[in-house]
């Protein structure tokens, strides 16, 4: 399986967007400051993901949520956990 997944980050209040095929160990990697991209965005949450069978579909999924009509799609899917972060875009 292969795995697509959003983070919401306290430091920045921020939504980041990851790919992986092992999301457990993905998301420990987040967690215990191993990651670059997310290390300095502070303590990270994980508030969604999806899984695929197929590699490309979730890379695909991935590369979408990045696009700001993707990062609209998940403030309207994740409408109620967001209102009080008053995410920035």
């Excluded at 430091?11 to 967690?31: D, E, P, W």
């Excluded at 400051?33 to 502070?42: C, P, Q």
Aim: hydrophobic share 35%; net charge positive; glycine share 4%.
């Amino acid at each position: 399986m292969f795995y697509v997944y959003i983070l919401h980050c306290k430091k920045t209040n921020k939504l980041y967007a990851g790919f992986s095929n092992n999301l457990k160990k993905r998301i420990n990697q987040h967690l215990k400051k191993e990651v670059y991209t997310t290390k300095r965005l502070g303590d990270c949450k994980l508030i969604f993901y999806e899984a695929f069978e197929n590699k490309k579909d979730a890379q695909r999924r991935e590369k979408y949520f990045k696009t700001n009509k993707g990062k609209r799609a998940l403030k309207l899917m994740l409408k109620e956990f967001l209102r009080p972060h008053r995410l920035v875009a």
